[in-house]
């Protein structure tokens, strides 16, 4: 089984890193559940080892935290749901590639229970939106808006890190960075989509569907 936790109030960084990283070491010792930790936390960045130091704008803002998992700059903060998560992926067949395609599969699950079509795209990380409310890009394409994150990091095939959920932040507060290293696109939110959707309502959506995708809760 799966423990979940759901963190009140805003949540350091730095503590949340020590947490992750204890308990997946006692998860890969066989000394503790599986586990996924919904969190938020105040306004800060990370950078992700492939992070470009260009792409922090304004490195002013907000703290910014050099993180171990994979991917570049993101944002935190209050309004936006942070699920870490601790799995055995050695347990879970030992294929990287399909636990973060199940991540993935996991958020656009989340998303559908509110009627909305979360996407991936070749070379971008994260679930996008496709914005058929606006202009065309100057390419042609449609314009499509970023709605949730995902990073990852493995220790003896333990996972932590893991996906963030726009619910209702601030979006401005995506400014100080270049997210993911991505320039020609947005940010968007389930609210500023025109979803009156709270955190509680993202919880059950993230429990509900992570046993479609994973085949447990």
């Not at 059950?204 to 809760?217: K, N, P």
């Amino acid at each position: 089984m799966v423990e979940w936790i759901t963190h009140d109030g805003l949540l350091d960084y730095d503590e949340a890193v020590a947490f992750m990283e204890a308990r997946a070491e006692s998860i890969a010792k066989g000394e503790a559940e599986e586990c996924i930790w919904l969190v938020e936390h105040p306004p800060l960045y990370t950078a992700g080892t492939s992070a470009k130091i260009e792409d922090l704008t304004d490195p002013d803002r907000f703290p910014v935290y050099p993180s171990k998992r994979g991917g570049q700059y993101t944002y935190h903060g209050p309004g936006q749901r942070v699920a870490y998560v601790m799995l055995n992926v050695g347990k879970r067949g030992h294929d990287v590639r399909k636990f973060v395609h199940q991540l993935e599969e996991w958020v656009i699950a989340t998303l559908a229970d509110f009627n909305l079509r979360g996407e991936i795209r070749e070379g971008r990380v994260g679930v996008w939106i496709a914005r058929e409310d606006r202009p065309l890009t100057i390419t042609g394409q449609k314009a499509e808006d970023k709605i949730a994150a995902i990073g990852i990091r493995l220790r003896k095939w333990v996972s932590f890190h893991g996906i963030s959920i726009n619910v209702e932040p601030d979006l401005s507060h995506f400014d100080g960075i270049v997210p993911c290293g991505i320039t020609e696109y947005g940010v968007t939110s389930l609210v500023d989509l025109g979803l009156p959707v709270t955190m509680h309502d993202v919880d059950v959506a993230l429990q509900r569907s992570f046993g479609e995708i994973f085949g447990d809760a």
